[in-house]
Structures are given as structure tokens and as C-alpha cells.
């Protein structure tokens, strides 16, 4: 038994003084890799502009007629997070210009006209659905929910100032 252990002690020590001694070695020469041809990588800004909402150049958003712009519809309730901007533009578009289905693009398009767009709306608007304001069954159909309804009532400045 003595003398298995001291021969792998013997092993051990040899190894460990010289660390190249242990690195296996090549036999073959190793044939230089062919470089085949990359795909192509697809541009980000059009996947990105895509998922997250464009400009929807159709929607009027000034307040024609009876019918207050969105920026003075805005001013009417403390939204200052994405969050309450989500919700304040989707009471608009819905109650004020009777849209529906309502869309990432007019979301979108609402964010552009009262000044920064969110780098991340989309993002943006399942974190307000999460937080149970908006029912969001995809991107191209987004409504407001009881609690987005009663958000509204609860932060117009006007009613407070009552």
C-alpha cells in the first residue's frame, strides 16, 4: 500500500513542477478554417421602429372643433411618468376622437406630439397594462381598463380644483 502511495506522489510532483509536461500535444496539423459568408444583419432601427410604434401621420391631434388638443387634454390631469401619459392618451383618443381599435401607432404618435417618445413604448405599455390600467391583448388593440377609468377621474386637476 506504501508503495502505491509513493509512486503517486511521485507522479504528482513530477506534474506539478512542469505544467507543460501535463498540456496534451498536437499530432496533426490543424487545416486553417474556411471563412464562409455571414448572413447579413438585419437592421435594427426597422425592427425597432416596428415593435415600437410610428408615426401615424393621419391622426389629427390639434383640436378642431369643439374637440380640446391633446396637449390642453393633457394639461387637465397630473401625468408626469409614462405610465399616466399612457393612460391620459388613451382616455383621449378614445373618448375625445371615439378610436377604436386603438394601436401602438396612435400611442405612439400621441407620445411624439406632447414632446419625448419612450425608447421603450412598447415596454411602456405592458408595464401600464401590468400595473392593470390598460387591457392590452396585443399592440394593435389596447383599451382602457376599470383602473385606467378611474385614474382618470381621480387625477383630473380640473375636478380637483372644484
Avoid at 390631469?77 to 405610465?83: D, H
Wanted: charged share 25%; hydrophobic share 35%.
Amino acid at each position: 500500500m506504501k508503495a502505491i502511495y509513493s509512486d503517486f506522489k511521485e507522479s504528482l510532483s513530477s506534474a506539478s513542477s512542469s505544467p507543460l509536461a501535463s498540456a496534451p500535444k498536437r499530432t496533426h496539423p490543424q487545416a486553417p478554417k474556411e471563412s464562409a459568408p455571414k448572413p447579413k444583419a438585419k437592421s435594427k432601427a426597422k425592427s425597432a421602429s416596428s415593435s415600437n410604434g410610428k408615426l401615424d401621420k393621419s391622426l389629427d391631434l390639434s383640436g378642431t372643433g369643439n374637440k380640446p388638443s391633446l396637449k390642453d387634454f393633457l394639461s387637465d390631469f397630473k401625468a408626469t411618468s409614462n405610465i399616466s401619459k399612457n393612460i391620459v392618451f388613451l382616455e383621449y383618443l378614445s373618448s375625445v376622437l371615439d378610436i377604436s381599435p386603438i394601436t401602438i401607432d396612435h400611442i405612439y404618435t400621441c407620445h411624439d406630439a406632447t414632446g419625448k417618445i419612450p425608447g421603450a413604448l412598447k415596454q411602456s405599455l405592458y408595464d401600464t397594462s401590468a400595473a392593470g390600467f390598460i387591457n392590452l391583448p396585443s399592440i394593435e388593440d389596447i383599451s382602457l381598463a376599470v383602473k385606467g377609468i378611474n385614474w382618470i377621474k381621480e387625477n383630473r386637476v380640473s375636478a380637483q380644483k372644484n
